[in-house]
């Protein structure tokens, strides 16, 4: 009993915020199956109110799709996590994208990574929901999705983890 009291006092809970107001949907829901059949990781979907996508986590930015739809970054716990703007959005070429950070950049959990034009990529027939992934999700313990809420940008956990 001792010994298993130690080991969950060294035991880190990770939290993932929400990148944007809306409504949370399990990832089992994105109208992409690379996304719901969860070959990229799991996690969740945030159904978008606002322009502005948030960091979800405190780390750094270690990737960066040239057309702006997709962030890769490393939470300061070494967890990756995936941000993924749309569906389909890569045809755009990065218009309707106004990047804000760059690859390397040390970010905070409400750190604006990006702005977008809902309304243009709804006009080009793009989904858009932000998928937000853990990559590996077996390397963090049991994680707990929070979906079926309506989220706020930076201030609602979305994802629970441990390491």
């Not at 990832?27 to 322009?51: M, R």
Request: hydrophobic share 35%; charged share 20%; net charge negative.
């Amino acid at each position: 009993m001792f010994f298993k009291k130690r080991e969950k006092e060294r035991a880190t809970t990770g939290k993932v915020w929400s990148v944007q107001d809306g409504k949370v949907i399990p990832v089992t829901e994105v109208h992409d199956e690379a996304f719901s059949s969860k070959v990229l990781g799991d996690g969740v979907a945030v159904q978008p109110e606002g322009g502005t996508v948030l960091s979800p986590v405190n780390g750094k930015i270690i990737s960066i799709a040239s057309t702006f739809h997709a962030y890769g970054i490393q939470a300061d716990d070494g967890t990756e996590i995936l941000v993924h703007i749309g569906i389909d959005t890569v045809k755009l070429g990065g218009k309707g994208f106004e990047n804000l950070v760059a690859a390397g950049e040390e970010v905070r959990a409400g750190t604006p990574l990006c702005n977008v034009d809902l309304p243009y990529l709804r006009q080009n027939g793009c989904d858009t929901d932000i998928i937000v992934l853990l990559t590996d999700p077996a390397g963090c313990g049991n994680p707990v999705y929070y979906t079926g809420i309506t989220a706020a940008a930076g201030k609602t956990c979305v994802i629970e983890y441990s390491k």
